[in-house]
């Protein structure tokens, strides 16, 4: 596609559910991360790749999240036994890997957990 | 310490003023900074890159850079109410962490008529 596309756009979970998010990345974009931003609050880095790898994982706040990418493509966040505390919207963004370049963002999904 | 500092705001300014909006990062291996804005609800867009100390000027925009102060600024000349959004700081990081790319807290700018 065009440009980094995020799925779905909004969920909504009971507490206690494990939920998926996608993003499938700009094709021959090798670097993708994860952020979550809380309602007025800046991006909180939780993940990125560089191709398949994960060279920096430290944003993760809890070990109920999780993220994988194959095919150095399309990557999946995890979140199991959801709480309240993690509604926010999580963005992903995909940049080639070379430095200085730009990286372009999605829609992002908008997640709440009730 | 935080890696990338900005002053939250608001910071309001009058149409047609200068805006100034100011970022400092802890790590000193960064080489290239990034600046994005990001009007409220939507995804952040990419608006200035700078690389080298200095000035860096695209339309009513300049970014600076003092690697020796660990400092990056974005001035915006002429707001305009369309500037008003949070504009995010993002230093590349550097050696062992190279590749990732972590954000200010942004700051909300504001510009009244």
């Known amino acids: 596609g065009a440009g980094v596309s995020q799925s779905p756009s909004n969920k909504v979970t009971e507490k206690g559910k494990d939920v998926e998010l996608r993003c499938d990345p700009i094709?021959?974009?090798?670097?993708l991360y994860w952020y979550r931003q809380s309602l007025g609050q800046g991006l909180e880095f939780l993940i990125y790749?560089?191709?398949?790898?994960?060279?920096?994982k430290s944003g993760l706040p809890s070990d109920r999240f999780s993220a994988e990418r194959t095919g150095g493509s399309v990557s999946t966040l995890t979140i199991q036994r959801t709480q309240q505390e993690d509604s926010a919207v999580y963005l992903c963004?995909?940049?080639?890997?070379?430095?200085?370049?730009?990286?372009?963002f999605g829609q992002g999904t908008r997640l709440t957990v009730v | 310490q935080k890696e990338v500092e900005q002053n939250s705001g608001p910071l309001s300014v009058p149409e047609g003023a200068i805006a100034s909006l100011n970022c400092t990062y802890s790590?000193?291996?960064?080489?290239?900074f990034f600046w994005y804005r990001q009007y409220s609800g939507k995804s952040p867009e990419l608006i200035m890159f700078?690389?080298?100390?200095g000035d860096k000027e695209d339309g009513r925009f300049t970014a600076q850079l003092n690697k020796a102060s660990q400092y990056v600024s974005l001035l915006i000349r002429d707001s305009q109410p369309s500037d008003s959004a949070t504009y995010l700081c993002?230093?590349?990081?550097?050696?062992?962490?190279?590749?990732?790319?972590?954000f200010g807290q942004g700051t909300i700018l504001t510009v009244h008529p």
């Open positions: 963004a995909s940049k080639l890997g070379r430095t200085g370049t730009e990286a372009f």
């Open positions: 094709s021959g974009h090798t670097a």
């Open positions: 790749f560089q191709g398949n790898s994960a060279p920096d």
């Open positions: 790590d000193r291996g960064s080489q290239s």
């Open positions: 700078i690389y080298s100390n």
């Open positions: 993002a230093p590349g990081a550097g050696g062992t962490s190279y590749g990732k790319l972590t």
